[in-house]
């Protein structure tokens, strides 16, 4: 067993360089506890605001093995996102990470890819792919495999690469070889604390998701509660506050995927151009967007709030 488990980590190591992430990690499949009272702490004091989905499987968010009969590993995988492209100055703000297509889209037919390729060297295998759409503890298990530590942010950081990356996973009924986590090296910093508008990290690695520019701009359906007028940093749709300030992104380089580069113009647009977009321009804009999450309604919203 031995002799495959090595020879079948060389292939996914060598799958996930082909198809271009830039950081492959791996883990043995099993019950997070350390995570376990977390998770349920975050959950019991309503830090998850309106996003009822993270109190939902949560067995599943814990343990692999319910989410794929007979899982015995987890790849994590890294995509960076970090834009060469600036967005206009002046206008309302918008997440690096949405700049270009949906990464959702993007990265699943790159996990397809890369079972197929498993299939067709392995044989027969159980596997899922997961990008940010299923109850799976994504930076976990990307600390656990050694692709970084958890920033004071909550965000994971990489040594190498800073923290402006997507994160995915495979989970397979294929022992492989496993990696392990790293130290944490975020030392005596809180550039990320001090720095967020909302005051939303209340504790060091800490988040409290209902106060998060990201959750008000995006997960929140109703009125952005009247405590954050002009706390908003002119922040649209996300917030990359806190890692636009993290020492750890001087080392930042710029993605090599073209699909995440801007292609629709909305970078070059003005605050009038802005506030000028129709729902007919919206649907059209951001069809292939991240940004068709919030809808026209709630980007409306967004724009009319940030404003002085």
Known sequence: MHLSASKYTALVKAEA?????????????????????????????????????M???????????????DAKSVISLLLNYYPEQKQNAD?????????????????????????????ENIGEINGRAFVDSAPV???????????????????????????????????????????????????TCTKCIDACPTDAIIAPYVVDGSKCISYLTI??????????????????FGCDVCQDVCPWNRFSTPHSEPLFNNKNGMLDYSEKEWNEVTEEVFGKLFKNSAIKRTKFKGLRRNLQFIKP
Request: hydrophobic share 35%; net charge negative.
């Open 91 to 119: 206008a309302p703000k918008i997440s690096k990470y949405a700049y270009g297509d949906d990464y959702h889209e993007v990265i699943k037919s790159k996990l397809k890819e890369f079972l197929n390729t498993l299939t």
């Open 137 to 187: 503890l994504d930076k976990a298990w990307a600390k656990k495999s050694g692709l970084g530590w958890t920033g004071k942010h909550s965000n994971l950081i990489n040594k190498e690469h800073g923290s402006f990356y997507f994160i995915a996973e495979l989970i397979i009924d294929v022992e492989l070889e496993y990696d392990g986590p790293i130290n944490d090296y975020c030392g």
């Open 17 to 53: 360089k082909r198809l271009g992430f830039d950081v492959c990690g791996i883990s043995k499949a099993g019950f997070l506890e350390e995570e376990a009272p977390r998770l349920e702490k975050w959950l019991n004091n309503n830090m998850h605001g309106q996003m009822d989905y």
């Open 55 to 69: 109190a939902n499987y949560f067995d599943k968010r814990l343990d692999p093995r319910l989410l794929v009969d």
């Open 219 to 236: 997960e929140l359906k109703e009125n952005i509660p009247a405590e954050f007028k002009n706390k908003m940093d002119s922040w649209a």
